[in-house]
């Protein structure tokens, strides 16, 4: 976990113990700029200022083509998951590898990329080679269980990942830094939600619940996000996602600076998707 210090120089920090062992397992340190005034990341080791880049993560401009992409990819996964259910097998365990892979190549590129990062285009291009890959891999017996286990880890994934996106600065609030005990809470939510929802599928008894409320929240929370991004564009649950997942030292200026702040209407849309995964599990339900 990356560790952040605001408007403190580093020499400041521990002014007894050597710099660099004192510091040695902090990525960057975030201090303000006494001639500018702005917020400027630090490497501890050289003291020089880190270069930084903008988090736009590949979510593209407005309605630039990488956005449009991310709006139908969002829908066209989405609909299909949250209407059909079990009812289309193969393709929804399918899906539930190809979203496993899709959010863990996304999460790694945009955290490890370098100032001059990649062009939203090709972030996408690689994204949709992950789900691709891991929707055809799932859509095979071979792969069923491991889909359905995805399938249920990403449901409870899009369960937290809304609560969390619900306030300003995320449900729990990060504090100046971005950082802190309410980040470590925010996530700590969302993994356990990931885990039980994974666990869900495992037990024999309950595989079917499991499943259709696998397909009621992921399907749900994959609609919200293309309504949003047709509404909101990147300032919306878009703009949340890239405030909750990177952490790239080389974005994190722009990922603090600019922060979460969802309008109504986003607050709106994340509410009501909320209130339809559970109505569309009970239909589930009560239809399979």
Same mark, same amino acid.
């Given at each position: ?15 007894? +113990? ?21 917020l400027t990341a630090v490497d501890p080791t050289t003291r020089q200022a880190i270069p930084q880049g903008p988090a736009t993560d590949g979510s593209g401009n407005g309605f630039d083509v990488p956005?449009i992409i991310w709006m139908v990819f969002s829908l066209v996964v989405g609909f299909p998951l949250a209407l059909f259910g079990i009812r289309g097998w193969r393709l929804t365990t399918g899906f ?24 939203? !285009? ?22 069923? !269980? ?20 619900? +306030? ?70 878009? +703009? ?15 990922? !603090? ?27 589930? !339900?009560?239809?399979?």
């Amino acid at each position: 976990m990356v560790s952040f210090v605001l408007a403190t120089p580093p020499s400041a920090l521990f002014p007894h +113990r050597h710099p660099h062992h004192s510091l040695e397992t902090r990525a960057f340190i975030l201090s303000n700029n006494t001639l500018t005034g702005n917020l400027t990341a630090v490497d501890p080791t050289t003291r020089q200022a880190i270069p930084q880049g903008p988090a736009t993560d590949g979510s593209g401009n407005g309605f630039d083509v990488p956005a449009i992409i991310w709006m139908v990819f969002s829908l066209v996964v989405g609909f299909p998951l949250a209407l059909f259910g079990i009812r289309g097998w193969r393709l929804t365990t399918g899906f539930g590898i190809g979203l496993a892979a899709a959010v863990a190549s996304w999460a790694s590129f945009i955290n490890t990329t370098g100032v001059t990062g990649i062009p939203d !285009i090709f972030l996408i291009l690689v994204v949709l080679g992950f789900f691709i890959t891991g929707t055809i891999f799932g859509c095979f017996e071979i792969g069923r !269980i491991a889909g359905m286990v995805c399938l249920g880890m990403m449901g409870g994934m899009s369960l937290g990942v809304r609560i969390t996106l619900l +306030r300003e600065g995320l449900i729990f609030g990060v504090g100046e830094d971005g950082n802190g005990a309410g980040y470590i809470l925010s996530w700590a939510m969302i993994a356990v939600l990931g885990v039980l929802g994974g666990l869900w599928i495992t037990l024999a008894k309950f595989q079917r619940s499991g499943m259709l409320f696998a397909c009621a929240a992921t399907g749900t929370f994959l609609v919200a996000l293309g309504i949003d991004l047709s509404v909101n564009k990147q300032s919306g649950m878009s +703009r949340g996602l890239i405030f909750l997942f990177d952490r790239n030292k080389s974005h994190i200026v722009d990922v !603090i600076t600019k922060s979460y702040h969802p309008s109504i209407q986003t607050q709106v849309i994340l509410g009501i998707s909320l209130g339809l995964m559970y109505v569309r599990f009970l239909s589930l !339900i009560i239809n399979n």
